[in-house]
């Protein structure tokens, strides 16, 4: 079956090599934010590229020298006081995440830039990230008044350890590809110009190879990030809880004004 690419406009694609589709990440603000649009598509394409018989491998990347850092903030404040677009948004958090698991084909992440948010959760789900040894990541959820969610605690935890993944997402500290590589954060990292070709190198190899053996390797090795679904599913519900709470729209508005939040001293929990 061929889906139909033509309905996404956020996200484009091309063939590197014939069974190789790449899904770049287009938008139009700085750094790649996500508008609303680009969040959802991002959630939806991995069903059309597993239906894809086409297709055997897909690389993930974004648009000129950044990958993309997370949502549009002035939307998530739209978010936060509107339930019917909290709980969408939510479905679409939820949805990026398990379909990108779900998806049989092997997903190569290409990184340059910023990754954070949403954009941090499509690079490293990918079961393959390449990642510019400048490139800049940032769990930056606390930072705004919100727990920590998207793929943070289904992914970060296995990858580098609960001290490693604590550190870093209660502090919303940064780190460089370099430093990602060295935790196990992300596969490999290479100058950023060699970014797109080793990422492509690497698709066509997966391409070429067992395509049966690959998927069920990448299906039982998921298997270790499924077991950790009812953790992400709640993290997920405490980071929207927190969009709509005083904490959420205090640690947006600041963010946005460029002034220090000024969270309450105490809460109830």
């Given at each position: 079956m061929q889906p139909n690419?033509?309905?996404?406009?956020?996200?484009?694609?091309?063939?590197?090599?014939?069974?190789?589709?790449r899904i770049t990440l287009t938008s139009q603000m700085k750094l790649g934010v996500m508008d609303?649009?680009?969040?959802?598509e991002l959630s939806e394409v991995w069903r059309d590229v597993d239906a894809d018989e086409t297709v055997s491998a897909i690389i993930i990347t974004g648009q000129g020298k950044t990958f993309s850092a997370g949502g549009d903030l002035k939307h998530e404040l739209k978010v936060a006081v509107d339930y019917d677009?909290?709980?969408?948004?939510?479905?679409?958090?939820?949805?990026?995440?398990?379909?990108?698991?779900?998806?049989?084909?092997?997903?190569?992440?290409?990184?340059?830039?910023?990754?954070?948010?949403?954009g941090l959760a499509a690079g490293l789900l990918a079961d393959v990230s390449i990642a510019a040894e400048d490139a800049?990541?940032?769990?930056?959820?606390?930072?705004?008044?919100?727990?920590?969610?998207?793929c943070a605690m289904i992914i970060w935890p296995l990858l580098v350890s609960m001290a490693k993944a604590k550190y870093y997402l209660l502090c919303c500290e940064r780190l460089t590809g370099k430093e990602a590589e060295r935790i196990g954060l992300v596969s490999l990292t290479v100058p950023d110009e060699e970014v797109a070709e080793k990422a492509e190198q690497v698709a066509v190899s997966l391409a070429n190879g067992a395509p049966a053996a690959i998927r069920w390797t990448k299906y039982s090795l998921n298997s270790w990030i499924k077991n950790a679904g009812p953790i992400f599913d709640a993290s997920v519900a405490y980071e929207f809880m927190g969009f709509a709470g005083r904490e959420g729209l205090e640690g947006m508005s600041a963010f946005l004004e460029k002034r220090p939040p000024e969270f309450p001293a105490q809460t109830v929990i």
């Open positions: 690419y033509d309905r996404y406009k956020s996200l484009k694609f091309d063939r590197p090599h014939p069974r190789v589709i609303p649009d680009m969040h959802r677009l909290r709980m969408q948004a939510m479905k679409e958090t939820r949805d990026l995440v398990y379909n990108m698991l779900h998806c049989s084909k092997p997903i190569v992440s290409a990184i340059r830039g910023w990754a954070v948010g949403a800049n990541f940032m769990d930056g959820h606390t930072k705004i008044g919100v727990a920590a969610g998207d």
